[in-house]
Antibody, heavy 120, light 107 residues
Framework: QMHLQQWGAGLLKPSETLSLTCVLN????????WSWIRQPPGKGLEWIGE???????NYNPSLKSRVTISLDTSKDQFSLRLSSVTAADTALYYC??????????????WGQGTLVTVSS | SSELTQDPAVSVALGQTVRITCQGD??????ASWYQQKPGQAPVLVIY???NRPSGIPDRFSGSSSGNTASLTITGSQAEDEADYYC??????????FGTGTKVTVL
């Protein structure tokens, strides 16, 4: 059964760059969007952005200037980079496989989550 | 507006039915998908499309949509259904947007 496993640095200082990677186990990149979602402590979910299997990207307008999502199919992984982090970027970050077709969209499955804390 | 609004909290007696709603203009063009999140766990997809359940999701979960409102209904609520529930859709630019979330308490 396909699943996602993610990793990355969990503690950053303000102005540093967040970097997370998600590896796909048991599936294919084709036909899906590969997404990042975050959740600040005690708060709701926020869509960060996504990359298609062909490399097309969509980003949350509020984060677009700082976000880069990339895909490396040779390693079965995709990555998130968020530059110039502040305390407001402290959150649990999830990777997820997404389907975005016509008027239907969903995220399944999700990675286990990585807590990223920004503190001086 | 690309916002999706949900009631912050609802409660339901064990075995009864609860409906969770999600309102937003983007729902006129896209179906919502629904996610259940229990404490300390990643969200889990429970409903997508017109009314589809992934494998393993009990049939007491169902979805519907009308105009700018999507609904998730739990018929015969169980103790294990106590969780936070989030809707998700796309705005007119195709960007993802999550609802504000609803905490469901089973009494």
């Amino acid at each position: 059964q396909m699943h996602l496993q993610q990793w990355g640095a969990g503690l950053l200082k303000p102005s540093e760059t967040l970097s997370l990677t998600c590896v796909l186990n048991g599936g294919s990149f084709s036909g899906y969007y590969w997404s990042w979602i975050r959740q600040p402590p005690g708060k709701g979910l926020e869509w960060i952005g996504e990359i298609s299997h062909t490399g097309n990207t969509n980003y949350n307008p509020s984060l677009k200037s700082r976000v880069t999502i990339s895909l490396d199919t040779s390693k079965d992984q995709f990555s998130l980079r968020l530059s110039s982090v502040t305390a407001a970027d402290t959150a649990l970050y999830y990777c997820a496989r997404g389907l975005y077709a016509s008027n239907i969209n969903w995220f399944y499955p999700w990675g286990q989550g990585t807590l990223v804390t920004v503190s001086s | 507006s690309s916002e999706l609004t949900q009631d912050p909290a609802v409660s339901v007696a064990l075995g009864q039915t609860v409906r969770i709603t999600c309102q937003g203009d983007s729902l006129r063009g896209y179906y919502a998908s629904w996610y259940q999140q229990k404490p300390g766990q990643a969200p889990v997809l429970v409903i997508y499309g017109e009314n589809n359940r992934p494998s393993g999701i009990p049939d007491r979960f169902s979805g519907s949509s009308s105009g700018n409102t999507a609904s998730l209904t739990i018929t015969g609520s169980q103790a294990e259904d106590e969780a936070d529930y989030y809707c998700h859709s796309r705005d007119s630019s195709g960007n993802g947007v999550f609802g504000t979330g609803t905490k469901v308490t089973v009494l």
